[in-house]
C-alpha cells in the first residue's frame, strides 16, 4: 500500500513539475533624450526538461515607453530551449523610471501533452501553470529636449518650375530622410493668400531597425495662382543625437512668376459671338472666372494623386507577396498602421500567441482597405 501511495506521489509530482529557466535582459541605453529609442534584449534559457514550456511578454504600461518588437527567435542548443526577444523602446517624456518586465512563464509536462493527443476523456484542454519571472528592474533616465523629432534627419525640396500661367499648378516635394522618430512626423501645411493648395496624404517609405524608424517621409503639393507668389520656406527642428543639440533643417523660399500670357477674365468670352449693342458683362464674367477656377482646381487635384495611385498599387503588391504572417504583420505596420489596427491585432495573435488564422483573408481585408 505504501509503495503503491509513493508511486502515486511520485507521478503527481512529475506531472506538475516545472522546468528551471534563466532569464538575461539587456538595454544597450539607460541614459536617453525624449524620443530617442534604445534596444531591448531579453533571453530565456530553459533547462532540458522545458523543451515544451513557452513564454507571454506583454510590455509594460505604467512608464511613458514605446515598444516595437523587432525580433523573435526560438532555437535548441542541445536539449536546451532559447527564447529571444528584441524590442526597440521609444522614450516619450522626461523623467527617471524603473523598468519592470514580467514575462509569464508557461509551463506544459510531456503527460499533459500526451493526453490531449490520445484524447483522453477527462481531459479537454491542454494544462498549463504559469509563473511570473522575477526580473531585476532596470533604472532609466530620460533628459527632455526642444523638440518632438529626434535622431538624425536631413530635409530636401523639390519644385519642377518656378516660372508658370495663372493657375497652372506648380509642384513641390518634401522629403525628410535619416532615422529617428520619423513615424511621428505631422503633414506639412501651407497656407498661401490668394492660391489654392492641394496636398497629397504623406509617403513613408519608412522600416523598423535598431536605429529606429529609417527611410524617407515625402509630402507633394501643388500650387495654383493668378499672380505671383512666394512659397515659404520650411523650418524643422529636431535634437540631433551626434551633436547632443537642437538643430533646424529649413528648405529655400520659392518665388514663382506667372507669366503674362497666361488666361485673362477679359479673354474667358469670345468677342466675336457677342451681340451688337452694348451688355454689362461684369458679373457673367465672374462667374466664368469663378467656374475656370474650380475646373482647373479639380484636374490639378487628379494630378497630384496620381503619385498616390502609384504607391497604393506598391503596397498592395507588398501585401500580396507575404508569405507568412509575420511578413504581412511587418508591411501593414510600415504601411499604414492605423488603416489595419484589426489586421494587426489578428496577425500579432498568430505570431505571438500562435493562433490559427486564414492568411488570404486579412490579405484581402488589407488590400480592400486601400
Known amino acids: 500500500m505504501k509503495k503503491i501511495l509513493g508511486s502515486l506521489l ?12 534563466e532569464w ?11 524620443h530617442q529609442p534604445t534596444v531591448l534584449s531579453m ?3 530553459f533547462s532540458k526538461e522545458g523543451k515544451n514550456d513557452d513564454v507571454e511578454f506583454i510590455p509594460p504600461k505604467d512608464i511613458p515607453f514605446e515598444f516595437e518588437l523587432l525580433s523573435e527567435n526560438r532555437h535548441f542548443e542541445g536539449e536546451r530551449q532559447i527564447l529571444v526577444y528584441k524590442y526597440l523602446l521609444f522614450s516619450k517624456e522626461a523623467g527617471t523610471y524603473a523598468l519592470k518586465l514580467k514575462p509569464q512563464m508557461l509551463f506544459t509536462t510531456q503527460s499533459a501533452i500526451d493526453n490531449v493527443i490520445i484524447g483522453r476523456d477527462n481531459v479537454n484542454d491542454l494544462e498549463v501553470q504559469k509563473e511570473t519571472a522575477q526580473i531585476e528592474p532596470i533604472s532609466i533616465t530620460v533628459e527632455e529636449t526642444a523638440s518632438g523629432l529626434t535622431g538624425r534627419l536631413t530635409l530636401k525640396a523639390d519644385i519642377d518650375t518656378q516660372e508658370a ?8 516635394e ?5 532615422e529617428g522618430n520619423l513615424h511621428e512626423l505631422k503633414p506639412i501645411v501651407f497656407e498661401i493668400e490668394d492660391v489654392e493648395v492641394f496636398s497629397d496624404k ?11 524608424y529609417k527611410g524617407k517621409w515625402i509630402q507633394r503639393f501643388a500650387f495654383v495662382g493668378k499672380s505671383d507668389f512666394v512659397i515659404p520656406s520650411v523650418t524643422l527642428a529636431y535634437f540631433d543625437l551626434e551633436t547632443k543639440k537642437q538643430r533646424h533643417l529649413k528648405t529655400d523660399a520659392f518665388s514663382i512668376q506667372i507669366k503674362t500670357d497666361g488666361i485673362k477674365r477679359e479673354d474667358l468670352i469670345d468677342k466675336i459671338d457677342l451681340p451688337s449693342q452694348k451688355i454689362d458683362f461684369t458679373s457673367y464674367l465672374s462667374y466664368l472666372y469663378y467656374l475656370l477656377s474650380f475646373i482647373a482646381g479639380f484636374v490639378v487635384a487628379k494630378l497630384v494623386k496620381l503619385p498616390q495611385k502609384t504607391a ?21 505596420i510600415v504601411c499604414e498602421k492605423d488603416l489595419f489596427i484589426s489586421e494587426i491585432a489578428q496577425l500579432e495573435s498568430a505570431v505571438y500567441k500562435n493562433e ?5 483573408d486579412i490579405k484581402k481585408k488589407a488590400v480592400s482597405k486601400l
Do not use: M, N
Open 10 to 21: 511520485l507521478l503527481t509530482l512529475s506531472l506538475f513539475a516545472k522546468s528551471a529557466y
Open 43 to 45: 533571453q530565456c534559457t
Open 24 to 34: 538575461k535582459v539587456e538595454l544597450a541605453d539607460k541614459e536617453l533624450y525624449v
Open 165 to 172: 500661367s495663372a493657375y497652372e499648378p506648380v509642384h513641390l
Open 312 to 332: 497604393k498599387k506598391e503596397k498592395c503588391f507588398k501585401i500580396k507577396e507575404a508569405g507568412s504572417a509575420k511578413e504581412l504583420l511587418d508591411v501593414l
Open 174 to 178: 518634401l522629403s525628410f530622410e535619416g
Open 202 to 212: 504623406p509617403e513613408k517609405q519608412i522600416t523598423l531597425s535598431e536605429s529606429g
Open 356 to 360: 490559427t488564422l486564414s492568411l488570404s
